[in-house]
């Protein structure tokens, strides 16, 4: 009963209080009269000092990490100060939060140290992505009797941003490596890579510590080392945000359809895996706009800040993936991942043209028929169907060994 005052022992106090006047009245002992007044006053009192005094000073939380991430605990700390050394024996927290959350959100509260402060520590861990409220936490403290109670705000609610869930997508740097290899010679860590050496013929000048030995042996005559700075090969992730393709949830929060979820988190893992594997990302929507600007390899505050900006992606109008051929006019060669929904045979006869700048087309849907597939299989596309559930992205796992459909 959060609304009653009384601890169990203040009501018990009460109690006699109240039952010591009615004793008196009917017996007339004058001393349960004292008795009775002075358990009464001593409630009241009690009651009195929790009213009248401050509540404890308490520092902002402390989120870890600054965004949280589906899937993945997330850890909040909150440190309290009475507000004077009678602050009383121990209480007890409570945090409030979005169902989201999941975890233990109230626990006992003890005053130590010289300076008398308590530390509020726990755990939750978000089930969806997007913006959620966390808070506001109440502490319940008491009186130095533990005779009254009194709850208390000390810190108010708070926003907190939940990415997409990351997986490991170790199957895509097997697919990747039959478009030449995701970094052949270089390293995947900017400013640890090494120079890429090429051999050319000797010229006067050239210093004799640079002739390539080897190469000179192969070529009948004197090479020289070349040095040419490593480029990290580029890819491309597009996300299909045309609300046509989803359910109607998609279009109004995060989280409200599954397969606009899976499509969402698959984007974020696939970006993240080919970073890693040494690809300059870039990331765009159906309609070619670019949704984050280009990840270099390595870079994780990039890929962090593109995870917080998915946290709150919805689809929307205006985005036809009839329109992405356009953007594809002067890309390279790395792979190419398209990531949609629902797809038809005419939609993939509108993205035949992408192949032809790739020699790495990947075609994830979470709804296409067998004949879209086929088509898409026909014209040189990876096709898989993402799957949508807790087992997201359990696809990778299955395309492994898979090349295209003929």
């Given at each position: 009963?959060?609304w009653?005052?009384?601890?169990?022992?203040?009501?018990?106090a009460?109690?006699?209080?109240?039952?010591?006047?009615?004793?008196?009245?009917?017996?007339?002992?004058?001393e349960?009269?004292?008795?009775?007044?002075?358990?009464?006053?001593?409630?009241?009192?009690?009651?009195?000092s929790?009213?009248?005094?401050?509540?404890?000073?308490?520092t902002?939380r402390?989120?870890?990490?600054?965004?949280?991430?589906?899937?993945?605990?997330?850890?909040?700390?909150?440190?309290l100060?009475?507000?004077?050394?009678?602050?009383?024996?121990?209480?007890?927290?409570?945090?409030l939060?979005?169902?989201?959350?999941?975890?233990?959100?109230?626990?006992?509260?003890?005053?130590?140290?010289?300076?008398?402060?308590?530390?509020?520590?726990?755990?939750?861990?978000?089930?969806?992505?997007?913006?959620?409220?966390?808070g506001?936490?109440?502490?319940?403290?008491?009186?130095?009797?533990?005779?009254?109670?009194?709850?208390?705000?000390?810190?108010?609610?708070?926003?907190?941003?939940?990415?997409?869930a990351?997986?490991?997508?170790t199957?895509?740097?097997?697919?990747?490596?039959t478009?030449?290899?995701?970094?052949?010679?270089?390293?995947?860590?900017?400013?640890?890579?090494?120079?890429?050496?090429l051999?050319?013929?000797?010229?006067?000048?050239?210093?004799?510590?640079?002739?390539h030995?080897?190469?000179?042996?192969?070529?009948?005559?004197?090479?020289?080392?070349?040095?040419?700075?490593?480029?990290?090969?580029?890819a491309?992730?597009?996300?299909?945000?045309?609300?046509?393709?989803?359910?109607?949830g998609?279009?109004?929060?995060?989280?409200?359809?599954?397969?606009?979820?899976?499509?969402?988190?698959?984007?974020?893992?696939?970006?993240?895996?080919?970073?890693?594997?040494?690809y300059?990302?870039?990331?765009?929507?159906?309609?070619?706009t670019p949704?984050?600007?280009?990840?270099?390899?390595?870079?994780?505050?990039?890929?962090?800040?593109?995870?917080?900006?998915?946290?709150?992606?919805?689809?929307?109008?205006?985005?036809?993936?009839?329109?992405?051929?356009?953007?594809?006019?002067?890309?390279?060669?790395?792979?190419?991942?398209?990531?949609t929904?629902?797809?038809?045979?005419?939609?993939?006869?509108a993205?035949?043209?992408?192949?032809?700048?790739?020699?790495?087309?990947?075609?994830?849907?979470?709804?296409?028929?067998?004949?879209?597939?086929?088509?898409?299989?026909?014209?040189g596309w990876?096709?898989?169907?993402?799957?949508?559930?807790?087992?997201?992205?359990?696809?990778?796992?299955?395309?492994?060994?898979?090349?295209?459909?003929?």
């Amino acid at each position: 009963m959060h609304w009653w005052p009384f601890t169990l022992r203040g009501t018990g106090a009460l109690i006699l209080a109240i039952a010591s006047f009615v004793i008196a009245g009917e017996t007339g002992v004058v001393e349960l009269m004292f008795f009775g007044v002075l358990m009464a006053v001593l409630c009241a009192g009690s009651l009195a000092s929790l009213w009248f005094r401050a509540a404890p000073a308490a520092t902002p939380r402390r989120i870890v990490p600054d965004v949280s991430t589906v899937g993945k605990p997330t850890t909040v700390t909150v440190t309290l100060r009475p507000p004077n050394r009678m602050m009383g024996r121990s209480g007890r927290w409570h945090e409030l939060a979005d169902p989201v959350f999941i975890g233990e959100l109230e626990g006992d509260l003890t005053w130590s140290g010289a300076e008398r402060v308590a530390t509020v520590t726990y755990s939750v861990t978000p089930s969806m992505r997007g913006t959620h409220s966390l808070g506001p936490l109440r502490v319940v403290t008491e009186d130095p009797f533990g005779l009254a109670r009194r709850a208390v705000r000390v810190v108010d609610a708070e926003s907190v941003r939940v990415a997409p869930a990351q997986v490991e997508v170790t199957a895509l740097r097997a697919m990747t490596a039959t478009a030449g290899g995701a970094l052949h010679a270089t390293h995947t860590q900017r400013g640890h890579g090494v120079d890429n050496l090429l051999a050319r013929p000797y010229q006067p000048g050239d210093s004799m510590r640079r002739i390539h030995w080897r190469a000179s042996a192969h070529y009948d005559g004197l090479m020289v080392r070349q040095e040419e700075n490593e480029s990290a090969p580029d890819a491309v992730v597009v996300l299909d945000r045309d609300d046509a393709r989803w359910g109607a949830g998609a279009a109004t929060a995060p989280g409200q359809d599954p397969a606009f979820e899976a499509a969402v988190a698959t984007t974020v893992s696939a970006v993240a895996q080919l970073s890693r594997d040494g690809y300059t990302v870039s990331v765009l929507d159906s309609d070619g706009t670019p949704l984050h600007e280009p990840i270099e390899p390595g870079e994780k505050a990039l890929l962090d800040a593109f995870a917080a900006d998915c946290a709150t992606i919805i689809a929307g109008t205006g985005h036809n993936i009839h329109d992405l051929p356009r953007a594809f006019a002067r890309v390279g060669s790395g792979p190419i991942v398209i990531i949609t929904g629902s797809v038809s045979e005419s939609d993939v006869a509108a993205l035949a043209p992408i192949g032809t700048h790739t020699t790495l087309p990947i075609l994830l849907a979470t709804d296409a028929s067998a004949d879209a597939f086929d088509h898409a299989a026909e014209l040189g596309w990876r096709v898989q169907a993402i799957r949508v559930g807790p087992e997201m992205p359990g696809w990778w796992d299955d395309a492994r060994d898979q090349g295209p459909r003929r």
